[in-house]
């Protein structure tokens, strides 16, 4: 069983930046998929980035390419969501996700195993 949980959200103004962490417990996510969605109320939760286990690969949604970038770090067992150019259409909860599968870097929330609490992000404009 693997527990994620996320950190770093907060109060931003549109144009600036926050570093998203996912920090896994239980068990090693090294040989997993990992990825980060979001869901803002009303709305779906929607996909906005994933990376496979060793960062060979990675997929980001249309609305934030260029602005955010996921990265990973096995030996402390995190993954990073930094988020730059900060909309107020960026406020959301960011939830963290694992998925068992290590080559799969699903834009889709069904893969995903497990799941964290998520964090705030709110950006004023």
């Known amino acids: 069983q693997v527990q994620l949980v996320e950190s770093g959200g907060g109060l931003v103004q549109a144009g600036g930046s926050l570093r998203l962490s996912c920090a896994a417990s239980?068990?090693?996510?090294?040989?997993?998929?990992m990825g980060w969605f979001r869901q803002a109320p009303g709305n779906e939760r929607e996909f906005v980035a994933a990376i496979t286990w060793n960062g060979g690969s990675t997929n980001y949604a249309d609305s934030v390419k260029a602005r955010f970038t996921i990265s990973r770090d096995n030996a402390k067992n995190t993954v990073y969501l930094q988020m730059n150019s900060l909309k107020p259409e960026d406020t959301a909860v960011y939830y963290c996700a694992a998925n068992t599968n290590p080559h799969d870097a699903s834009t889709r929330a069904n893969p995903y195993n497990y799941w964290g609490q998520g964090t705030q992000v709110t950006v004023s404009s």
């Open positions: 239980g068990r090693s996510i090294a040989t997993y998929a």
